[in-house]
């Protein structure tokens, strides 16, 4: 049995992963938050995409190993969720790298392109989900002269576009309201690429002999967007989960609620170094055979905070709860310390003796599963977060400030009492979705 896992099989609850990819698409950006990260579209053999980032800190290391068009082996990575707008693949989850990825090299490289371009039609009606960045493929009938324009402060160059597919449909870049753009420097445009799909275009065109238009266009109106600050309120609200989504102030707030169910995909518990608490890290063992998929991948595990290979061991909760109210859905993200007030047993009762990284996240153990059910009262400080601030492991891809679905996050106290004691204190973190374009 093959030892690696399938682009679509990827999934938040273990790191231990092996897969076979091939880089499609590689870029470099720039955030005040995140600094100068990698960001990555690989392909596997199936044509399966996925989103893949290396963060600042890590860039210096994985830099030299890893280029566009090249097939790699990828050993030992997080994933996770997937939000916001620009999105690059319609993969749900994203790999973030750690200190411990491997990288090796593939002895029978990956010859998919990962090209899948859209139905014009489909971009025209409105039918696509404008989150996603997608490819397109056309003839070029008409251009217009290069204007620079001044956006935010700094001088940028635009080119308006005409294309046309073989059925005669046409996309205006920048001009009408159903038009494609670029996506700053994750896009790409290629001329007449060697590329088997080109030259399958190019067989169905007409041949009208059509010329190029050059044609002047009118200058881009810019208006700059104000980013507004709320402060909190006086008093403590009380919010429905619709309200909480929908809200853009900074406030205090109070959520009832009722638990759902458990997200199997994010797995219920992480490993811990049981002397600072923090995260260990998998350290994949460099003797493994790489190549060899009858051999199983063999690790250790490493404390980064107390730089210790092998430290003793202490599972803590993590549960990603799905909870409802007459309103609504969202998600609440528990660390161990609040988890423990719900189930009243710490989580090593219930991992048991043989502690190790999940490996079957559906199987939940049934003092979680009666969690179900029941109603919570939940207090804290709801915060709207700008798109590149992040959650977890790594940053959320969004070239541009735009905002992801909705997860909100208690990481410091709550209360499962009736609405007629007091609740404690916590801190509710909201990603909203930005609606203005």
């Known amino acids: 049995m093959s030892s690696f896992s399938s682009v679509t099989d990827l999934k938040p609850f273990k790191s231990m992963w092996k897969i076979k990819v091939k880089i499609v698409r ?3 950006q720039y955030s005040p938050a995140g600094g100068l990260t990698m960001e990555m579209v690989v392909v596997d053999s199936n044509g ?19 280029s566009q068009g090249d097939s790699k082996i990828l050993i030992n990575f997080s994933v996770g969720h997937s939000y916001g707008s620009y999105r690059t693949t319609n993969h749900p989850y994203k790999i973030s790298f750690l200190e411990t990825t491997r990288v090796r090299n593939c002895e029978l490289p990956i010859v998919v392109s990962g090209f899948d371009p859209v139905n014009y039609r489909d971009i025209l009606d409105g039918s696509l989900n404008s989150d996603y960045l997608v490819d397109v493929i056309g003839q070029i009938v008409e251009v217009s002269p290069i204007e620079v324009l001044s956006i935010n402060g700094k001088e940028t160059n635009k080119m308006a576009l005409e294309l046309r597919n073989a059925g005669f449909g046409k996309i205006k870049v920048w001009k009408d309201e159903r038009s494609i753009s670029n996506a700053y420097n994750v896009s790409e445009v290629q001329l007449n690429p060697p590329m088997s799909e080109v030259q399958d275009f190019l067989a169905v065109l007409p041949k009208d002999e059509l010329s190029l238009v050059i044609v002047e266009t009118k200058p881009l109106s810019i208006s700059s967007g104000v980013f507004e600050k709320d402060d909190f ?25 009722t638990i759902a169910g458990i997200d199997p995909d994010m797995g219920w518990y992480y490993l811990s170094c ?16 790489d190549e060899d998929d009858e051999n199983p991948m063999m690790f250790s595990y490493y404390c980064s905070k107390c730089q210790v290979s092998n430290p003793k061991l202490l599972p803590r909760y993590k549960l990603h709860l799905i909870v409802v109210d007459s309103t609504g859905t969202s998600k609440f993200l528990l660390f161990d310390n609040l988890a423990i007030q719900l189930i009243h047993q710490p989580c090593i009762e219930l991992v048991g003796p043989n502690v190790d990284e999940i490996e079957e996240p559906d199987a939940i153990p049934l003092p979680l599963l009666n969690l179900v059910g029941k109603t919570y009262l939940f207090k804290g400080s709801l915060m709207v977060s700008p798109a590149s601030s992040g959650e977890g492991e790594g940053s959320d891809i969004t070239p541009a400030k735009r905002i992801g679905t909705p997860i909100v996050n208690l990481e410091e106290a709550f209360d499962q009492s009736s609405v007629t004691r007091t609740p404690c204190t916590t801190r509710i973190k909201k990603e909203k979705p930005d609606k203005s374009g």
């Open 48 to 66: 399966t995409k996925i989103h893949a980032s290396v963060k600042k800190e890590l860039v210096n290391r994985f830099d030299p190993v890893l």
């Open 26 to 28: 590689l870029w470099k």
């Open 233 to 257: 309120f006086i008093h403590t609200p009380r919010k429905t989960i619709a309200q909480l989504s929908e809200s853009r102030e900074v406030e205090k707030c109070i959520v009832m609620c």
């Open 274 to 289: 049981k002397v600072c608490a923090k995260k260990v890290l998998n350290v994949p063992n460099d003797a493994v055979d």
